[in-house]
């Protein structure tokens, strides 16, 4: 079976090639011109997704990383369950950092998945961190993240602009009051525009009266 490295390995893999680059995906010549030149400068127009209107809204300060990754995340929660992982550490009433190295111990078996892709792009971009996360890493990585989610810039809506958004779609059930939608589009100065979409998961479960 596969090794994962760990320790030094890491260190030393990472000072020669960080996984996530300037050619990150991009193979060959065309492949790089096209995203440079073409679709890296393009908005992003986001139609779905699972971000709480709330945080949005008030642009919510996370306390740490493991909040802002683990709190809400289903496809987190559904790759730690298959790891085995125990549900105090997934959605029980574990300290965060206790969380973040069980989701430390997941990142390495979701190799060749989006999840793995996704999580050290962001470390990278967002945090300037370049190493593998691993349970040789956890708590660095909590630590540096952390301390850089206390300074400005690092809100909920502070986030989605530098992600150079434009507009999104947040999901939304059919008796949602959405205020917050309507406090958002009541400022002046917003930096991407926020809709609700509808979601009828509830008022299609006829089969189960108390959530219909």
Not at 1 to 17: D, H, K
Not at 26 to 43: H, T, V
Not at 56 to 75: G, K, P, V
Not at 190 to 203: I, L, Q, V
Request: glycine fraction near 4%; charge should be negative; hydrophobic fraction near 35%.
């Amino acid at each position: 079976g596969l090794r994962y490295p760990s320790g030094p390995e890491i260190r030393g893999a990472i000072s020669m090639t960080p996984f996530i680059h300037e050619r990150f995906l991009l193979e060959g010549d065309a492949a790089q011109n096209l995203y440079r030149e073409y679709a890296k400068p393009e908005p992003i127009i986001d139609y779905h997704n699972h971000l709480p209107p709330q945080d949005i809204a008030q642009n919510t300060r996370f306390s740490n990383i493991a909040e802002m990754w683990l709190a809400r995340d289903h496809y987190k929660w559904r790759a730690m369950r298959t790891n085995g992982v125990d549900e105090r550490l997934v959605t029980g009433d574990a300290p965060w950092r206790e969380k973040f190295r069980a989701w430390a111990a997941t990142v390495p078996m979701t190799l060749r998945n989006p999840l793995y892709h996704w999580t050290h792009l962001e470390l990278s971009r967002y945090f300037g961190i370049d190493i593998l996360l691993s349970p040789d890493t956890a708590d660095e990585i909590y630590d540096r993240a952390n301390e850089m989610l206390a300074t400005d810039g690092f809100g909920a809506r502070d986030l989605i602009a530098r992600m150079n958004v434009t507009h999104l779609c947040t999901t939304d059930d059919p008796t949602d009051t959405l205020e917050y939608h309507e406090g958002y589009a009541r400022r002046q100065n917003r930096p991407f525009e926020m809709y609700p979409a509808w979601r009828p998961d509830r008022a299609l479960m006829v089969e189960d009266p108390r959530r219909f």
